[in-house]
């Protein structure tokens, strides 16, 4: 029994690894804390072998958009504040923004189901396609700050922890678990910070 647990420690090394870092990265975007934007960005790096190696070829272009995005939470973090601010504040989605996120969504999907049907071995497409659409809006959302992020992951992190399932990435599974949760406390948490930003105003 422990040699098959060995066994499979050390041939799911990175995807541990991935998984354990990304914990840190939630915990971090849920304290609003800088690290968010580094932790995020070892994880993503890490992923992109894992969903490479799962053929989970959308999820894996979305942990090179992370890198990227990381880099851009990272510099708007320690830039985008106010001057009489300590962080750059929490704030709502408005109507005509989030009409824009779901246009951008729905082309994301399509272009992606597109590109996975017709031009890679993925067995699935739709799914592969949604969370992926999903994720580069929230993660956007995440760098600038809105709310209402926290709710798109809830969907995005249950979701695809039935993926994962499906593909046998028990590790992710759980770490997919837990992000859910960990989403539904982010944003109560960021709720109280919006709550004690109105009423300063």
Same mark, same amino acid.
């Given at each position: 029994m422990t040699?098959?647990?060995?066994?499979?420690l050390l041939g799911n090394y990175i995807e541990i690894l991935g998984a354990i870092l990304g914990? +840190? &990265?939630? #915990? #971090?975007?849920?304290?609003?804390? !800088? @690290?968010?934007?580094?932790?995020?960005? %070892?994880?993503?790096?890490? &992923?992109?072998?894992?969903f490479f190696n799962a053929r989970l070829y959308a999820d894996m272009g979305l942990q090179v958009y992370y890198v990227?995005?990381?880099?851009?939470?990272? &510099? #708007?973090w320690l830039t985008g504040k106010k001057q009489n601010e300590k =962080?750059? +504040?929490?704030?709502t989605t408005r109507k005509v923004l989030w009409l824009k996120l779901a246009v951008v969504s729905i082309a994301l999907y399509a272009l992606l189901l597109f590109i996975l049907?017709?031009?890679?071995?993925?067995?699935?497409?739709?799914?592969d396609s949604i969370t992926t +659409? @999903?994720?580069?809006?929230?993660?956007?959302?995440l760098a600038r700050k809105y709310i209402e992020h926290w709710l798109l992951w809830i969907f995005i992190d249950a979701f695809s922890a039935g993926l994962y399932v &499906?593909?046998? %990435?028990w590790a992710t599974v759980i770490l997919f678990i837990v992000y859910t949760v960990m989403a539904? %406390?982010?944003? @109560?948490?960021?709720? =109280?910070? @919006? =709550?004690? !930003?109105? +009423? =300063?105003i």
């Open positions: 040699d098959i647990v060995l066994e499979w914990l +840190a &990265y939630i #915990f #971090f975007s849920i304290k609003q804390h !800088i @690290l968010t934007w580094p932790t995020g960005l %070892l994880t993503s790096a890490l &992923y992109v072998v894992v990227v995005i990381s880099i851009y939470g990272w &510099y #708007f =962080k750059v +504040a929490v704030k049907t017709n031009y890679t071995n993925s067995d699935v497409p739709h799914m +659409a @999903l994720s580069i809006v929230a993660t956007w959302m &499906y593909k046998g %990435l539904l %406390l982010g944003y @109560l948490e960021w709720k =109280k910070d @919006l =709550k004690s !930003i109105e +009423a =300063k």
